[in-house]
C-alpha cells in the first residue's frame, strides 16, 4: 500500500513538472495572441507557476503524513484515545461503537484540519494575495473554518450514525441499503446545499433587471432552460476570481452569477461564460455525472461487504482486537487506492470531454440579440 502510495505520488509530481515547464514558456501562444498582450501572459504564467510551486510541497508533505499514519500506526493508536475520552468524558448512554466511531472521526478529521491551517493560510494571503486575487480578512477566514467545522458536525453525526447502523443492522446485504442511503443523502444535499448552506457563507441577491438579465433570460428561453431565479452571489468578499453556476430541482433552476464576473466583464462575455455552463446542462452532464458516481459507489460498497470481515485486513493495520466497521471502511479505502486511481483517470476522462462538449453546445446559442442574428444572416 505504502508502495503504491509513493508510486502514484511520483506519477503525479513527474505530470506536474511536465506542466511546469509549459508555465516557464515565455511567448504567448499563436492562437492566444490577438487575445492577449506579453504582460498579461506574462503574470498568468507567473501565476500558474506559483501554484504549481505550492501544489508541490503541499503535496510533498501531505505525502509524508499519509506515510506517518499508517507506519506509526495512528488508526490504533487514535481509536484507543478516543476510547478512553468516551469512557471518561461522556455518559454511558453515548457508549458503544458509532458514538466511539464519530468521536474518532471528527478527532482525525479536525487533525487534517489544523496540519491544513498554514497551507490554507499561505495559499490564501500570501500567493493569491500577491496576484491581487485575495478579498477576504484574516476574521473571514477563521469564521468560514469555524462555519465549516459546525456544519461537519451537524451532518456528520446523523449521516455517520445512519451509515453505521445500517451496516451494523441489515445483514450481508447491507451494501444494497447503503447504497440507498447514500443515494437519498446526495438527493438531500443537492436540494438543501443551494437554499441553506450557500447563504451561510454568502450574500444571495436577486441580479438587477438591465440589458445583462435581459441577455441572461434570452440565453434560458433559447436552450429552454427552466430559469426560476436569478442571483448575484457576493464572491468579491473572498476572491477576485469569478465563476458562474446553476443550481436546483429538474424543473426550477437558479442561475447564480459571481458580482466579480459582472464587474469584469462585458454583458457577452458574462453570457458567453453562461453559455458554457449552460452547455453542461443541455448535455445532461450533470445527471450523467450522478449516474457516473452512483455506480461507482454501489462497487466500492459491494466490494466493502467481501472485506468488513477481513481479520488480516485489520491486523496488517494494528488492530488485534477490534473491528470497528468504520476503520474498516477506512482500511478498506486504502487497500482500494489502486482502482480508485484508475477509475479517478477514467472520470478525469469523461470530465474532459464533457468540458469540449459544453463548449460546443454553447456557441451555437451565443446569439447576443434576434437583431444580431437576422444581420449576421445578410452579411454572413
Ligand atoms: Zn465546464
Redesign the pocket.
Known amino acids: 500500500m505504502l508502495g503504491f502510495s509513493l508510486g502514484q505520488y511520483l506519477l503525479q509530481s513527474y505530470l506536474s513538472f511536465r506542466q511546469y515547464k509549459v508555465l516557464c514558456r515565455t511567448k504567448v501562444p499563436k492562437t492566444l495572441q490577438a487575445e492577449i498582450d506579453q504582460t498579461t501572459f506574462d503574470k498568468s504564467q507567473a501565476y500558474g507557476r506559483a501554484k504549481s510551486q505550492f501544489g508541490f510541497v503541499s503535496g510533498l508533505v501531505s505525502q509524508a503524513i499519509d506515510v506517518a499514519v499508517i507506519s506509526l500506526d495512528v488508526y490504533p493508536k487514535l481509536w484507543a484515545i478516543t476510547g478512553a475520552w468516551l469512557i471518561r468524558y461522556f455518559p454511558t448512554r453515548f457508549s458503544g461503537e458509532i458514538p466511539h466511531s464519530l468521536i474518532f472521526i471528527f478527532t482525525y478529521g479536525l487533525a487534517q484540519t489544523i496540519l491544513g491551517l498554514p497551507f490554507s493560510y499561505y495559499n490564501h494571503f500570501v500567493l493569491e494575495e500577491k496576484f491581487g486575487f485575495n478579498k477576504q480578512t484574516v476574521q473571514l477566514w477563521v469564521t468560514d473554518i469555524l462555519k465549516g467545522q459546525a456544519l461537519s458536525l451537524a451532518f456528520g453525526v446523523p449521516i455517520g450514525s445512519a451509515f453505521l447502523a445500517i451496516i451494523n443492522k441489515t445483514g450481508e446485504k447491507f451494501f444494497f441499503y447503503l447504497w440507498l442511503f447514500a443515494l437519498s443523502v446526495q438527493m438531500f444535499i443537492i436540494t438543501v446545499y443551494p437554499i441553506f448552506i450557500v447563504p451561510i457563507f454568502n450574500k444571495l441577491s436577486p441580479l438587477e433587471p438591465g440589458p445583462l438579465k435581459e441577455a441572461v433570460e434570452r440565453l434560458a428561453q433559447q436552450l429552454k432552460f427552466p430559469l426560476g431565479e436569478l442571483q448575484v452571489i457576493d464572491g468579491s468578499k473572498r476572491s477576485a476570481h469569478s465563476n458562474a453556476y446553476f443550481a436546483g430541482l429538474p424543473w426550477k433552476k437558479k442561475i447564480v452569477l459571481y458580482d466579480t464576473l459582472i464587474e469584469k466583464s462585458e454583458k457577452e462575455e458574462v453570457v458567453a461564460v453562461l453559455a ?2 449552460l ?2 446542462w443541455k448535455m445532461g452532464h450533470t445527471s450523467k455525472q450522478l449516474i457516473v458516481a452512483q455506480f461507482h459507489i454501489f462497487t466500492i460498497f459491494a466490494l466493502f461487504s467481501v472485506f468488513i470481515n477481513n481479520r488480516s485486513l485489520f491486523n496488517s493495520f494494528g488492530f488485534h482486537y477490534e473491528q470497528p466497521t468504520i476503520i474498516g471502511f477506512m482500511l478498506f479505502n486504502e487497500i482500494l487506492a489502486p482502482a480508485d486511481s484508475i477509475i479517478s483517470l477514467a472520470v478525469n476522462a469523461l470530465t474532459r470531454k ?2 469540449y462538449e ?2 460546443k453546445a454553447a456557441p451555437l446559442q451565443l446569439l447576443p440579440s434576434p437583431q444580431a442574428t437576422s444581420s449576421q444572416y445578410v452579411t454572413g
Open positions: 458554457h455552463e452547455g453542461h464533457f468540458e459544453a463548449g
